[in-house]
T-cell receptor
Framework: KQEVTQIPAALSVPEGENLVLNCSFT??????LQWFRQDPGKGLTSLLL?????REQTSGRLNASLDKSSGRSTLYIAASQPGDSATYLC?????????????FGQGTELSVKP | DVKVTQSSRYLVKRTGEKVFLECVQD?????MFWYRQDPGLGLRLIYF???????EKGDIPEGYSVSREKKERFSLILESASTNQTSMYLC??????????????FGEGSRLTVL
């Protein structure tokens, strides 16, 4: 059974710092991995989707990498800003796919201090 | 841009009431999902649907039912609401039915309180 873990659960950094959020998964036979952002009391916003054949994806100040063999993905945020404060979640399809479903990590709550 | 719209952002209901949560997506997506999110438990899948009239149980279907009469609309029904169904409910959709590679898009969420 696929399990997704995000460590740390919470992270506080000063504005301007580059930071890395971690995501690990137990079964490396994944089709893709998706990173989301969630603001308090809101839904999830898709940030990046990495297919299994890709090593990384970039969108603006965000860069997500995928290492299937080690069961890890990282989300790199460059030059962090207070507006980046949110909870970041990663998710992968379950083993055997089961089309479209995702298994989520518990998230990392990021706070960027001015 | 894909838009997933949940009809109610906040609802307060009484125990035993029947509750309808509506979700509409505007991008002709085949897959639609209902999750609930609770502190410490994360997101848990309630039901999903690959196509009109189709539904599949997720991890926690007990106490819920769903309806998908039209491709763009997926409704979650609480037949008799209970206090343990107080939660944030999130609807999501993705493009291709049954396929693993689709990006998942979420609505803004519906915060349900059952008294």
């Amino acid at each position: 059974k696929q399990e997704v873990t995000q460590i740390p659960a919470a992270l506080s950094v000063p504005e301007g710092e580059n930071l890395v959020l971690n995501c690990s998964f137990t079964d490396s036979a994944i089709y893709n991995l998706q990173w989301f952002r969630q603001d308090p009391g809101k839904g999830l916003t898709s940030l990046l989707l990495i297919q299994s054949s890709q090593r990384e994806q970039t969108s603006g100040r965000l860069n997500a990498s995928l290492d299937k063999s080690s069961g890890r993905s990282t989300l790199y945020i460059a030059a962090s800003q207070p507006g980046d404060s949110a909870t970041y979640l990663c998710a992968v399809p379950p083993v055997g796919n089961q089309g479209g479903k995702l298994i989520f990590g518990q998230g990392t709550e990021l706070s960027v201090k001015p | 841009d894909v838009k997933v719209t949940q009809s109610s952002r906040y609802l307060v209901k009484r125990t035993g009431e029947k509750v309808f949560l509506e979700c509409v997506q505007d991008m002709d997506h085949e897959n639609m999902f209902w999750y609930r999110q609770d502190p410490g438990l994360g997101l848990r899948l309630i039901y999903f649907s690959y196509d009109v009239k189709m539904k599949e149980k997720g991890d926690i279907p007990e106490g819920y039912s769903v309806s998908r009469e039209k491709k763009e609309r997926f409704s979650l029904i609480l037949e008799s609401a209970s206090t343990n169904q107080t939660s944030m409910y999130l609807c999501a959709s993705s493009l291709v039915g049954g396929a693993p590679t689709g990006e998942l898009f979420f609505g803004e969420g519906s915060r349900l309180t059952v008294l």
